[in-house]
């Protein structure tokens, strides 16, 4: 293979206590966990919006705080996005957006669980971008759009600063306690000596796009197609590939396949007499699961009701009304170096597990302990795990399974 040798020099132009990379749901959490303990944070962003795939990716499902059995077990800056994803409604067809009557007045865990409605919310993503963006500008952190993570610089077994690329270059940011890492695909375990692993099953193709069906100005209606639609339905699919997500040809292709995906599903409705003007495809790519950090501990989905000492939060499982998580902190992190945590898609959890922690709420639970965490220490050996839980329930987080209304 050839190889060009390059001579860098690269100027520290920035300096932070935590740095967070990626800007999606997990890094905001954790911007606005550190930034409200009182640190200098600096939250970098390869592209130009908040959010990531729940924006950029219009995901627009926040989808449950509760168990399905009337118990909310996701609090803190989790149940705060949720409610500041809907602060300005949406157009018109209000009705869907909106958290359910059930969650808002006083009810017994039986009401809840015999109501069925889930505490989960629809959002529109552009209005989210603005809130998101508006309070991380309100708590001082410095935003750095358009910067990429590119390599890391490590001394003594800590990341001592981050290098990133963007229009002015290739620049250093110092980082005096911890690193953040919510790029959703464990890009700066990569880039320093953390162990990270790969999804084993790779993702299938996804394709959610808007448009709006009626006269000009109606509301809008998100249409997705998803893996399931197009195992469902053989003969929608334009592909049957899986991506790993980490590979810049197979992204590429993937997002060229998604485009596809989308401008053949408009032909075939309008083919059909639909009317469709398309309004909004993903600005990037829809990918779920993809490389995450080996942490000192792999949470399970059998570790379902399972407490944990170390928990910093809890989850519940989408996809079926019961289970609940406790996340230990050793999810956050690997052995490897002192100052890195990990939150949103790239904890360490296991491929089954992954489906169920990736989600929009469970990002913010471990953003919001890890961004808590990054403000507290320069070296997470010496944390004390105690007080970090201390400050996350001050900050109304619940903990343990056990403190749950019962
Ligand atoms: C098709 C699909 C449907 C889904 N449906 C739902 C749903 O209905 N409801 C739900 O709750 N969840 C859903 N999810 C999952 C959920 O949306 C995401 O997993 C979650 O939002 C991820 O948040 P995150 O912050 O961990 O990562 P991301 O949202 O991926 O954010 C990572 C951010 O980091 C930035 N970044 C990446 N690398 C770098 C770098 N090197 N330097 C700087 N910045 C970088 C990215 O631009 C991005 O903004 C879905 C996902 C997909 C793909």
């Not at 695909?185 to 000596?193: E, K, N, P, V, Y």
């Not at 069906?213 to 592909?239: I, S, W």
């Not at 289970?323 to 890195?340: D, H, Q, S």
Request: proline fraction near 3%; charge should be negative; hydrophobic fraction near 40%.
């Amino acid at each position: 293979m050839k190889n060009i040798v390059e001579k860098l020099n690269t100027p520290v132009n920035y300096e932070c206590d935590v740095l967070v990379a990626g800007g999606g749901i997990a890094g905001v959490s954790a911007a606005i966990a550190a930034a409200r303990r009182g640190t200098r944070v600096t939250l970098i962003e390869r592209s130009f919006q908040l959010g990531g795939l729940a924006t950029s990716g219009l995901v627009t499902i926040y989808l449950p705080i509760c168990d399905g059995m009337g118990r909310q077990v996701s609090f803190g800056i989790a149940e705060e996005l949720l409610r500041l994803s809907i602060e300005h409604g949406w157009e018109s067809d209000i009705e869907k957006h909106v958290i359910p009557e059930i969650w808002l007045t006083d009810h017994t865990r039986e009401e809840r669980a015999a109501d069925g409605k889930r505490f989960d919310v629809q959002f529109n993503p552009h209005l989210f971008v603005m809130s998101l963006e508006r309070v991380l500008v309100e708590l001082g952190v410095r935003i750095l759009y358009g910067a990429t993570a590119v390599a890391t610089s490590e001394k003594d077994g800590r990341i001592e600063a981050v290098i990133i690329e963007s229009k002015s270059g290739r620049e250093a940011i110092t980082v005096d306690r911890c690193v953040v890492d919510a790029t959703g695909d464990a890009d700066l375990c990569q880039l320093s000596s953390a162990k990270t692993a790969i999804y084993s099953n790779g993702n299938t193709l996804a394709a959610w796009y808007y448009f709006t069906n009626e006269a000009p100005g109606a509301h809008l209606k998100m249409h997705g197609f998803t893996d399931v639609d197009l195992r469902g339905t053989p003969e929608k699919a334009l592909t049957k590939k899986n991506y790993t997500g980490i590979d810049v040809t197979e992204v590429s292709e993937m997002v060229c396949e998604s485009h596809a995906a989308i401008e053949k599903d408009i032909l075939a409705r309008r083919e059909k007499g639909e009317i469709v003007i398309p309004s909004c495809i993903a600005s990037i790519p829809q990918l779920r699961m993809t490389r995450r950090l080996k942490g000192l501990y792999e949470l399970s989905d059998e570790d379902m009701h399972k407490p944990f000492e170390d928990s910093v939060g809890m989850v519940s499982n989408w996809r079926k009304r019961g289970p609940v998580y406790e996340i230990p902190f050793r999810t956050l992190r690997g052995a490897e170096v002192k100052n890195l945590l990990c939150a949103g898609r790239c904890i360490s959890v296991t491929d089954a597990m992954w489906d169920i922690t990736r989600v929009i709420p469970d990002c913010a639970v471990t953003g919001e302990a890890a961004g808590a965490a990054a403000a507290m220490t320069d070296d997470l050996d010496k944390l004390d795990i105690s007080k970090l839980q201390e400050t996350l329930v001050a900050a109304g987080v619940v903990l343990h399974e056990s403190d749950l209304k019962k």
